[in-house]
Structure formats: C-alpha cells, structure tokens
C-alpha cells in the first residue's frame, strides 16, 4: 500500500509505504476520550514504511487497564490525532490513525477490540475477529 495523510489543519503530512497488518477498531475507554467519538480506527503497520513529511507530533503517553504504555501522537497546532506506539507491540510498529488518511476508504477494518466497552448503538458492518 502507499497511502498519505495529514492532519486537520495541513501542518502535520505523512506518507506510508508497506503492508498492513492489523486494522482494529478499539472501543476502549481511552479510545472513546482519545478519539472524541464512539471508536478508534487504525491501521497497524511496520514503523519503518513511515515518514514524517511535514510538521512535527507531541506526543501523549498514557498508561491503560493493563498497566502497559501508549504513546499517543497529535498535531500540536490542531489537536488531530496521527498515530499511536504500543509498548505491548513494540517500538516498531505504528498505528496510523484511518481518518487521517487522504483515502480512508483504503482501510478495512479487520478486527474489534475490548467489545465489551462498545456503545449500544454501534453497529459495524465490516467481517471482524471480535476480541472482549
Ligand atoms: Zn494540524
Ligand atoms: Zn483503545
């Protein structure tokens, strides 16, 4: 895949280029905050296929359920959410976030997590591995 993206306000442009893994729907807690709406979209990939083009990322570590890290980045002009780091993955993986892509609809999810926080109304149309 070769994807770009960026965030609301242009100052923050990314390019991927590789593979994707796992494209999980989260609908955590932290995510429903994080995110400002019901779920989290992401595509999962190898950090190595992707480059900052313009701008720069703060970043926001939190600490979830599990007592593991995550690192969550933004554009510190206009707030939007780009990627986020796992320490129960591994510095090496990256997890672009799908509405910041020029193309969204490249994104499949394949995936749900902690389903057990999902909103009532929710209902997802995509074939997913469905994990509590
Ligand atoms: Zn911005
Ligand atoms: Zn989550």
Same mark, same amino acid.
């Given at each position: 895949m070769e994807v770009t993206g960026g965030c609301l306000c242009g100052a923050v442009r990314y390019g991927y280029s590789g593979e994707f893994l796992r494209q999980p729907i989260c609908h955590c807690r932290d995510c429903q905050r994080w995110s400002g709406s019901a779920f989290h979209v992401g595509v999962m990939v190898p950090?190595?296929? *992707? &480059?900052?083009?313009s701008g720069e990322l703060r970043t926001y570590r939190a600490t979830g359920e599990s007592g593991r890290w995550i690192d969550r980045s933004f554009c510190p002009v206009c707030g939007s959410g780009i990627t986020h780091v796992l320490e129960v993955r591994g510095p090496d993986i990256v997890v672009i976030k799908?509405?910041?892509?020029?193309?969204?609809?490249?994104v499949v999810p394949n995936v749900e997590i *902690? &389903?057990?926080?999902?909103?009532?109304w929710v209902s997802i149309e995509a074939e997913t591995e469905k994990h509590a």
């Open positions: 950090k190595s296929g *992707f &480059t900052l083009l799908a509405g910041t892509m020029d193309d969204p609809s490249v *902690f &389903t057990r926080a999902k909103l009532p």
